[in-house]
């Protein structure tokens, strides 16, 4: 599984990086979430909120922060 | 009701004199505490339900490629639905121009946004009312027209950063929310602010209270008072290193008009605190040139001089013909 977090240097955007790592863990996943600041990988994807949250190539998360709960399940769908 | 409940509690609970100065400040303090974090529970979720309808990917669809002035119109209005956070204004900036609108619009945007913010509203409209509230909105949406106009009309394409044009946009499709999903982002968003204000609006309201217990008119008039023909350009002055202080600092300017201080220079203050924001320029300096981040925050500054000047006008005309 192929996870990114796109995020600029703000709270919420590092919020959603760690809740994102904790809910991997919680499910003992070896997947890793990497971080990305680079403008145009975002918006190659056509969003332009942050923080997002891709996996997959697919956009899960734009603009907001989900639970850990929510993310569990994103990653479940995609694991 | 929320009065009788603070009379309640400074007079009989605690047993202050209620004509004492002391026992005025107090039950201004309880007064205005309860009310502003009713308002701000209310409004601001009402706001974040509003805007989980506008995300700025459909912004952008909804202004397409349109031209000056009715972009600059439709850029200003949905500044303030849009939800925005300054982290996302280089993409939001980049993506913008990507779909052709022209960056006379798209600074439109980025002025209002900041400017009409819920908690802004709230302070203004539990300390001083929705007329007040109104005419600030208002009054943002204008700013926001205006200074977008003139940054259009400047032709200042140059002095953004080259590699911006370059960039392409991928499609997406917005994924609409359930109900569910906009209650959670709406409950959490309110938790989050109020999580975030609540010791400002505490200073700001106690500071307040003092000075509406304490501080005696005649100090007001003195230095702010319509005597004083600099009160607007220092008001905003102070007021740009003080941004995203809206919940402390409109509480005591409330306190400072019941003192004498005029209603234009007070909206000067209150628009300057958040229309000249300093993180977004220092973010924006990554997609434009320093020459117009100073450009940009000139036309604010003088605009909202302006606005203050304006406002002193009409409401002492106003107060006039009332007599």
Request: with cysteine.
């Amino acid at each position: 599984m192929e996870i990114k977090v796109w995020g600029q240097d703000c709270s919420y955007c590092k919020k959603l990086f760690y809740s994102a790592t904790e809910a991997l863990a919680d499910l003992n996943l070896s997947a890793e979430v990497e971080w990305v600041e680079d403008v145009k990988e975002i918006l190659s994807h056509g969003v332009m909120s942050s923080p997002a949250m891709v996996v997959n190539g697919k956009v899960k998360v734009a603009g907001r922060v989900p639970s850990r709960a929510v993310l569990r399940k994103m990653f479940e769908e995609e694991k | 009701m929320l009065k009788a409940l603070a009379d309640l509690i400074v007079y009989r609970l605690f047993g202050v004199a209620a004509d004492s100065r002391l026992g005025d400040s107090l039950d201004f303090f309880f007064y205005d505490t309860m009310k502003i974090f009713l308002l701000l529970l209310v409004i601001i979720f009402a706001v974040a339900i509003i805007r989980s309808f506008f995300p700025p990917e459909r912004a952008r669809k909804l202004l397409g490629n349109r031209r000056e002035y009715v972009g600059n119109f439709l850029a200003a209005l949905l500044g303030i639905v849009t939800p925005f956070c300054s982290c996302s204004a280089v993409p939001l900036f980049i993506g913008f121009l990507e779909s052709g609108l022209p960056l006379g619009v798209t600074f439109s945007f980025l002025i209002s946004s900041p400017t009409v913010n819920e908690v802004a509203l709230v302070m203004l409209w539990g300390l001083f009312g929705w007329e007040i509230a109104l005419i600030y909105v208002v009054t943002g949406v204008v700013l926001a027209f205006i200074s977008g106009i003139v940054i259009g009309k400047l032709k200042l394409e140059h002095l953004v950063e080259e590699y911006v044009y370059q960039i392409r946009m991928g499609e997406s499709e917005i994924h609409e929310p359930t109900w569910r999903e906009r209650y959670e982002y709406a409950r959490d968003y309110t938790k989050d602010i109020i999580k975030r204000v609540w010791l400002f609006v505490l200073v700001g309201i106690g500071l307040g209270a003092w000075i509406h217990g304490y501080v005696p008119v005649d100090l007001v008039v003195k230095y702010a008072g319509p005597g004083n023909p600099f009160a607007v350009l220092i008001a905003v002055l102070i007021a740009i290193p003080l941004y995203s202080n809206a919940a402390g600092t409109i509480p005591i300017v409330q306190a400072l008009v019941e003192k004498g201080m005029p209603m234009g220079t007070s909206l000067a203050f209150m628009m300057a605190i958040v229309a000249i924001s300093t993180p977004e320029m220092i973010i924006l300096r990554k997609v434009i040139k320093p020459k117009m981040i100073a450009i940009f925050a000139g036309i604010i500054s003088v605009s909202i001089i302006f606005i203050g000047y304006l406002f002193n006008f009409i409401f002492a005309r106003m107060a006039f013909l009332i007599k």
